[in-house]
Nanobody, 122 residues
């Protein structure tokens, strides 16, 4: 099983980035997928998740209205479009898969990939 995140980088405040996560080794459409982030000195945070049915999504309050999660079944890729970034968004972002969609911050991780660093300068 591999979840390979990419797309991180350095961006100025107010800018945008799109993260991608290529998923292999699991049935893509059968798993809830999500993006976590962890900044130095902070706990890991579930940023957004995408359920397997009815386009269900969850967003942390800190990113609601600025980030958009989406998934492409044909490409087996999960995306996170991040707009209006601010320095508080600086973190390592990684994608993960779960067998359960809670609609909230509960996300029991079954598989987790390597992260990609996002740095937002002021």
């Amino acid at each position: 099983v591999q979840l390979q995140a990419s797309g991180g980088g350095l961006v100025q405040a107010g800018g945008s980035l799109r993260l991608s996560c290529e998923v292999s080794g699991i049935a893509f459409s059968s798993y809830t997928l999500g993006w976590f982030r962890q900044a130095p000195g902070r706990e890991r945070e579930l940023v957004a998740s995408s359920g397997t049915r009815d386009s269900r999504t969850y967003y942390a309050d800190s990113v609601k209205g600025r980030f958009t999660i989406s998934r492409d079944g044909a490409k087996k890729t999960l995306y996170l479009q991040m707009d209006n970034l601010n320095p508080d968004d600086t973190a390592v972002y990684h994608c993960a898969a779960s067998g359960y969609f809670s609609g909230g911050a509960y996300f029991p991780v079954r598989y987790r990939g390597q992260g990609t660093l996002v740095t937002v300068s002021s």
